[in-house]
């Protein structure tokens, strides 16, 4: 049974930083695709990053590149985002989510993830 438990969200000023992390247990990830989803309230649930956990190789939306980074740490298992330069536009609930790597890093959809974590709420203040 595959578990994703997110951790890092918090309050933080326009232009800070926050590092979000998750913890993957269950299953060896080294066949799957970690993804990094928000939701804002009212809004539908949206990509953000995915890495391919067998080559490191990453995927960002257009409105987080060169601001956000996401890596992954075999050793501990965990798929951590490192989010600076934080706008308010950024607020939201950040999912982890997992998939096996069957299809491109392109694909993006929420559907396209069968594990999910309980998010974490990252609210940043302008």
């Known amino acids: 049974q595959v578990q994703l438990v997110e951790s890092g969200g918090g309050l933080v000023q326009a232009g800070g930083s926050l590092r979000l992390s998750c913890a993957a247990s269950?299953?060896?990830?080294?066949?799957?695709?970690m993804g990094w989803f928000r939701q804002a309230p009212g809004k539908e649930r949206e990509f953000v990053a995915a890495?391919?956990?067998?080559?490191?190789?990453?995927y960002y939306t257009d409105s987080v590149k060169g601001r956000f980074t996401i890596s992954r740490d075999s050793a501990k298992n965990t798929v951590d985002l490192q989010m600076n330069s934080l706008k308010p536009e950024d607020t939201a609930r950040y999912y982890c989510?997992?998939?096996?790597?069957?299809?491109?890093?392109?694909?993006?959809?929420?559907?396209?993830?069968?594990?999910w974590g309980q998010g974490t709420q990252v609210t940043v203040s302008s």
């Open positions: 989510a997992a998939r096996r790597t069957l299809q491109s890093i392109l694909v993006t959809t929420t559907t396209s993830y069968g594990y």
């Open positions: 269950g299953r060896t990830f080294s066949s799957y695709t």
């Open positions: 890495i391919r956990w067998s080559d490191g190789i990453t």
